[in-house]
């Protein structure tokens, strides 16, 4: 079956620099969240979309942004990187109304900041 | 809001034996609750979850797990471990009402450590 994409796997970036990281969810699946897995932390909501619309807030920097696109894929853009967001950001995704209880977890893309 | 919290951030445990991995939750709602397992390097793979009926869940590779609503508890269980079963075991939970917040909480999360 098919499951959660991301990519890049893995990224490497300087401070300052700026990061894309994308997602594309499971065919059907109209809802993308995201989470921040810092080292040795559990993961950490940061955004969600439903229907290419903002469906929830979690504790994303400012310098962060995302947006899903109408083929439901979605990337979070991220600028001035910094030490602290070297981490794994997973993207999940879900069908809703009916399968909302069920979040599928990609295989994250880990960014490292140096 | 919620809040999860693994009681134990390690257990190291022989093969072949039983373990108990610890969780509780706080929450103001009604919430569903999710066991996901995480290898080494490797995304979150979900193990059981417990939406509502039976308080007993039976998930993937022999794992069950229990939702005691007046302890707010959710242990997860197995009887035989194999050393492939070692990894990261979270529990989440998300509220259970309509509307747009879906988001899961995560606890910090408990190493399994499964020794020969």
């Known amino acids: 079956a098919a499951g959660v994409i991301q990519s890049p796997r893995h990224l490497i970036k300087e401070k300052r620099e700026t990061a894309t990281l994308k997602c594309y969810p499971i065919?059907?699946?109209?809802?993308v969240y995201w989470y921040q897995q810092g080292p040795g932390q559990d993961p950490q909501f940061l955004i969600s979309?439903?229907?290419?619309?903002?469906?929830d807030k979690g504790s994303i920097p400012d310098r962060f942004s995302a947006q899903q696109f109408s083929d439901y894929h979605s990337e979070l853009n991220m600028s001035s990187l910094e030490l602290g967001d070297s981490a794994l950001y997973f993207c999940a995704s879900s069908l809703r109304p009916a399968g909302a209880w069920e979040q599928y977890f990609g295989p994250g893309t880990r960014l490292t900041v140096t | 809001a919620q809040s999860v919290t693994q009681l134990d951030s390690q257990v190291p445990v022989f093969e072949e034996a039983p373990v108990e991995l610890r969780c509780n939750y706080s929450s103001s709602v009604s919430v569903y609750l999710f066991w996901y397992v995480q290898y080494p390097n490797q995304g979150l793979q979900l193990l059981l979850k417990?939406?509502?009926?039976?308080?007993l869940v039976k998930g993937i590779n022999g794992f069950e797990a229990e939702f005691n609503k007046s302890q707010t508890s959710f242990h997860l269980r197995k009887p035989s471990v194999h050393i492939s079963d070692t990894a990261e075991y979270f529990c989440a939970v998300r509220p259970n009402s309509g509307g747009s917040n879906y988001k899961l909480t995560f606890g910090k999360g408990t190493l399994l450590t499964v020794n020969p």
């Open positions: 417990y939406l509502s009926g039976s308080t």
């Open positions: 065919p059907r699946h109209d809802t």
């Open positions: 979309f439903y229907e290419k619309m903002q469906s």
